[in-house]
């Protein structure tokens, strides 16, 4: 029988455990998927300790992304068979050995791409488009800064600016992030938590302001990197893991600039056309092989909790996969 990481109440990595689990035949609308790897968030350790935004019904089983193999299809569905290799997603259920999924908004993933890079594939990359190209307005030859650039989204944000035709500053707090973010396409580096971060940033574009930033980290990193905005600059708020941050609104009149809030789920539910259009766009640009994200570690799902705890702690220069077998 198939296992999956559960927990009968909120709580540390520690806490969950190992079961099997069987989530029987798919029903109308849904296909079963044999997950061969699935991703490992920040958010989804949060969640997993009910510290979330939101409190799934328990029991819980966390993970928000995945990939796998199409093992039984229900009825209704047409545009997915057996043997497909597909992106899976959903809040909760993806730790995982197998699972039944809504087919409607499923793909299948490109044949150049890993079931270990489609498993963090698609929630970063998604979300980094709809960050840059609608709420932040990107336009070629603009200024991006990264923040948590060595991070999942940070990453990808790095990616899909540089296809988006912007120049690229990353900040990341170590060698090897830094190198990392060199590698996924970042035009400067600088270095985070450093005394002189701001000074490091002007001189990265050359003594010019920021057009825009890529903010997943929130916390003392917020009003520095909007006080680097220029003129109709445009902060974009991806999340909080170091912490909910407040800004004096007089910053955002002195600079004429924006806090731009990004929550892709928020766009799939109240503008459902668009947020399908742009998912079908950043599925085309994976299969043309643009877009390649980038994996720190790899664990068995036996070693579910040390998975978690090393995607909690931020240190990971890359995402966090949990291998099936």
């Given at each position: 029988?198939?296992?999956?990481?559960?927990?009968?109440?909120?709580?540390?990595?520690?806490?969950?455990?190992?079961?099997?689990?069987?989530?029987?035949?798919?029903?109308?609308?849904?296909?079963?998927?044999?997950?061969?790897?699935?991703?490992?968030?920040?958010?989804?350790?949060?969640?997993?300790?009910?510290?979330?935004?939101?409190?799934?019904?328990?029991?819980?089983?966390?993970?928000?992304?995945?990939?796998?193999?199409?093992?039984?299809?229900?009825?209704?569905?047409?545009?997915?068979?057996?043997?497909?290799?597909?992106?899976?997603?959903?809040?909760?259920?993806?730790?995982?050995?197998?699972?039944?999924?809504?087919?409607?908004?499923?793909?299948?993933?490109?044949?150049?791409?890993?079931?270990?890079?489609?498993?963090?594939?698609?929630?970063?990359?998604?979300?980094?488009?709809?960050?840059?190209?609608?709420?932040?307005?990107?336009?070629?030859?603009?200024?991006?800064?990264?923040?948590?650039?060595?991070?999942?989204?940070?990453?990808?944000?790095?990616?899909?600016?540089?296809?988006?035709?912007?120049?690229?500053?990353?900040?990341?707090?170590?060698?090897?992030?830094?190198?990392?973010?060199?590698?996924?396409?970042?035009?400067?580096?600088?270095?985070?938590?450093?005394?002189?971060?701001?000074?490091?940033?002007?001189?990265?574009?050359?003594?010019?302001?920021?057009?825009?930033?890529?903010?997943?980290?929130?916390?003392?990193?917020?009003?520095?990197?909007?006080?680097?905005l220029g003129y109709d600059g445009r902060h974009l708020v991806i999340g909080f893991t170091g912490g909910i941050a407040a800004l004096r609104t007089n910053l955002a009149l002195l600079k004429s600039a924006s806090l731009v809030?990004v929550q892709m789920r928020d766009h799939a539910i109240k503008r459902p056309e668009e947020a399908e259009a742009m998912r079908r766009k950043v599925m085309e640009l994976a299969g043309e092989g643009i877009f390649s994200p980038?994996?720190?570690?790899?664990?068995?799902?036996?070693?579910?909790?040390?998975?978690?705890?090393?995607?909690?702690?931020?240190?990971?220069?890359?995402?966090?996969?949990?291998?099936?077998?």
């Amino acid at each position: 029988m198939p296992r999956a990481v559960i927990g009968h109440e909120f709580g540390p990595p520690e806490s969950y455990v190992l079961e099997d689990f069987d989530p029987g035949a798919p029903k109308d609308g849904e296909v079963r998927v044999a997950i061969k790897a699935a991703g490992v968030s920040y958010v989804d350790v949060l969640t997993a300790m009910g510290k979330y935004q939101f409190k799934p019904p328990l029991p819980f089983t966390p993970g928000s992304e995945a990939a796998g193999v199409v093992e039984a299809v229900g009825p209704g569905v047409t545009h997915l068979a057996v043997g497909d290799r597909v992106f899976c997603g959903g809040l909760g259920g993806l730790f995982a050995e197998a699972n039944n999924f809504k087919a409607a908004n499923m793909a299948k993933v490109p044949e150049a791409m890993s079931f270990e890079q489609a498993s963090v594939f698609s929630v970063n990359y998604q979300t980094a488009y709809y960050a840059l190209a609608d709420r932040g307005r990107a336009k070629p030859g603009e200024t991006l800064l990264v923040l948590g650039a060595a991070g999942g989204t940070g990453f990808a944000a790095i990616q899909v600016a540089k296809h988006l035709g912007l120049r690229v500053i990353a900040s990341a707090s170590s060698a090897v992030k830094q190198q990392a973010a060199l590698d996924g396409g970042a035009d400067a580096v600088v270095t985070t938590g450093a005394e002189d971060w701001r000074d490091q940033v002007v001189a990265a574009n050359d003594g010019k302001p920021i057009d825009l930033v890529f903010d997943p980290v929130g916390g003392d990193a917020l009003e520095p990197a909007f006080r680097c905005l220029g003129y109709d600059g445009r902060h974009l708020v991806i999340g909080f893991t170091g912490g909910i941050a407040a800004l004096r609104t007089n910053l955002a009149l002195l600079k004429s600039a924006s806090l731009v809030g990004v929550q892709m789920r928020d766009h799939a539910i109240k503008r459902p056309e668009e947020a399908e259009a742009m998912r079908r766009k950043v599925m085309e640009l994976a299969g043309e092989g643009i877009f390649s994200p980038a994996i720190a570690e790899r664990f068995a799902i036996e070693d579910y909790a040390a998975a978690m705890n090393a995607a909690f702690s931020g240190k990971a220069a890359g995402r966090i996969v949990l291998k099936m077998d």
